[in-house]
């Protein structure tokens, strides 16, 4: 019996995380190459969105009723919904200049760039007040190292093509052009990161958050679209490849990956969830390769490399830091002779 309930523990800590999130960064991928492969049909980034935006809220919302039956909800500030109205327009940005970036660049170029997130979060977070920076730290030189990398290895990744590796395909100025757009989701994407903690803070309900910010970017989307798209043939929905790809991106990104993401997340901490972002490259490359009949070029593979190292600077700079903050309000709280656990308690590097 007990070796039964060790192994349940096993399999609920550790293996259904990790599947968690190696499913998260291949549903993620996927998601990115189907959009690639439908972008083909012409599709309209802005009503794309939109439609993305739609399918996943409509997902969201048994979630809200199912909260409200088991629970009293607080009632929401006016100040706070309007900061999550403001914050969905630059998630709706983001998104817009993510889908458009993916038509200029590519699957791999986006999960190159997704991998500044941890650098752009970090000197937002910095410019925000609500990261200290000492320029004697090891682990604060580490992130400031992590990011200086990170940052370079996007532009290489970039603007240096380099000789094919796979293929005689060369690149050109749209390469360069979605990597600047790709770049610029993710940047706009930490700073939504970093303004729904600030939020988090005044108002801790985070399915409520993640409802109100749904429906504002709804309307943004809507907005937006109906600005950019009055041609009323981009509006129509078909049984086709785009279909497909807006239900997929819709559920995936709209919906499953954030609940999934938030599971891991409480289960084993946000360093767990960082780690498996590198290998969105790796999936990228072989989906890219065997699905659309990509090239890869020394500069992406370059570029990459780099990226992933600074990746892995500031996730681990910020790790040893967290760590350090835990093992010294313990030390100068808890009895000399309290077991140290720290280690074995994944939620305590959190």
Known sequence: MGMEEGAGKLIFKDVLPFAGMVMVECM????????????VEDINS?????????????????CIFILNRRTS????????????FVLSVVMYLSQVFGYIGLKYGSPTLSSIM??????????????????????????????????????????IA????????????SMNMDWIIGGILLAGQYFLLSFTLVAQAKILVEYSVDLIVVFVFGISGLFVAGLGA???????????????????????????????????QIWVLRLKGPVYVAMFKPLTIIIAVIMGILILGDSLHLGSVL?????????????????KENYEDVFTARTTTAPLLEPHDVLE???QIS
Not at 115 to 129: D, E, Y
Not at 143 to 148: A, L, M, P
Not at 228 to 242: G, I, T
């Open 28 to 39: 993620l991928v996927g998601g990115n190459t189907l959009y690639k492969s439908a972008s």
């Open 46 to 62: 802005y009503v794309f969105t939109f439609y993305v935006f739609l399918v996943g809220f409509i997902f969201i919302l048994p």
């Open 73 to 84: 909800i607080p009632a929401i500030k006016l100040s706070v919904a309007g900061k999550i």
């Open 114 to 155: 997704s991998n500044l997130s941890p650098a752009f979060t970090f000197v937002l977070a910095f410019f925000f007040r609500m990261e200290k920076v000492h320029l004697r730290s090891y682990t604060s030189q580490a992130k400031i190292i992590g990011t200086i990398l990170s940052i370079s290895g996007a532009i």
């Open 158 to 169: 970039t603007i240096y093509t380099g000789p094919s590796l796979l293929s005689t395909a």
């Open 226 to 260: 109906l600005i950019m798209a009055r041609d009323l043939e981009a509006w129509k929905l078909r049984l086709d490849v785009v279909l497909v790809t807006i239900l997929y991106m819709g559920f995936s990104s709209g919906f499953f990956n954030v609940v999934l």
């Open 303 to 319: 570029g990459g490399c780099i990226i992933t190292i600074g990746f892995y600077g500031v996730v681990w700079g910020k790790a």
């Open 345 to 347: 308690d994944g939620s």
